[in-house]
């Protein structure tokens, strides 16, 4: 049983009336008497809770940044009226703000019928999302006693990851189609695989003449090349500590999530296989051998529930399970920090066993507020931020610049700017005849 508001506030005012008018023991309890039968008299008309049953349907996955909608179907199956007031709970960050819990609801249900309810959920962050108990107060007629009661009703919405970089996808996509030689621009003498034989134009490179079908015609014929396709991408998340730093509000770890989405989608578009691996210390999520139809469902399901560790990553272990997956020439895209110690201590002695058969391209988020502290100069403290700024900007240069000098590509950029570069790195590799 519980009490309401109403309750308190009528039997403290009936106390007090009572009080200045006969100031004793058996006036008080000429006036609270009828307000506690008035209470039992509420409490027996109120519907019983363990008479009422929920449905929970809906969402089951939403992402990052936009609003899912779960219902809830109670049922009364009581033969009264049921007066309800709901707290259907969920975490925290189910929400953007707390402001936007709207997980309170109020039901007037009569006997024998059903009624729905809708609780709008717009997560703040990746992952599963979990229903808690459902609580329920069943009011009497009078609104002064309420029966309580909570029941389980399990519910998952799974918070997929935003990829805001979907934009860049149409532009990248018809670099891409210029690249096959499906529009009207075609880029000629690109790629490597074979596409088709045209005449000579003065500056062709003379290597792409085919003699045996300039016998077989009056004039000179060459070959066009297409960029390969059917070929392998491994791309890899590094989960461990350092991508836990947060840029803004997020931490690092989403904002290499959005590259690899975009490059999955810009890849499996060229037909192109791709795969997933997430590690730190030990295999996070692997996404392998799915179509070009499935690939983008299959990474995003893969990528939602992931969270750095807190842990250095072992990257001896995360080449050796690479080298698994990629068997053959690939390229493996490396998601990771250009931090100098973790890259001196853990990477560089390990790269070689990668880049002897693969091309190699790492990609490392840079965090705006350096270069905002590089520029400040106005106080004695913005002085000694700026320096520091500066330091780190250099270390960050000198160890791309060393993974450079070891036949890397190194992307280097800030969050926004990041997934069309790696997509134009990609596209470039294409080009050249390089994938």
Known sequence: MALTGRTALVAALGALLVGFALPSWTGVLAVELPLLLAILYDLALAAPVNRLGFIRSGDTSVRLGEHAYVHVLVTNQSTRLAR????????????????????RHTLRIPAAERQQFTTALHPSRRGDRKADRITVRSFGPLGLAARQGSFAAPW???????????????????RLRELDGRTSILTRGEG???????????????RSIDWRATARQSTVAVRTWRPERDRHVLIVLDTGRTSAGRIGNSPRLDAAMDSALLLATLASRAGDRVDLLAYDRAPRATVKGRTARDALAAFVSAMAPLEPALVESDTRG????????????????????LEAAPVGEGLLPVLSMLTQRHTVLVASISDPRIAEMAASRGTTSEVYAAAAAARTQSERTQTADQLRRRGLIVVDALPDDLPPAV?????????????
């Open 423 to 435: 997509a134009d790195a990609y596209l470039s590799l294409k080009a050249t005849g390089r994938l």
């Open 156 to 174: 998952t919405v799974r918070v997929l990851p935003a990829f805001n970089s979907r934009k860049h996808l149409p532009g990248k996509l018809a």
């Open 84 to 103: 309800l007031r709901i707290r259907d709970a969920w975490p925290p960050s189910s929400w953007q703000t707390q402001a936007e819990a709207l997980d």
């Open 192 to 206: 490597t695989e074979f596409d088709s034989l045209r005449e000579y134009i003065p500056g062709d490179d003379t």
């Open 318 to 337: 995360l080449v050796s399970t690479a080298l698994r997956m990629a068997r053959h020439q690939s390229l493996v895209v490396l998601l990771t920090g």
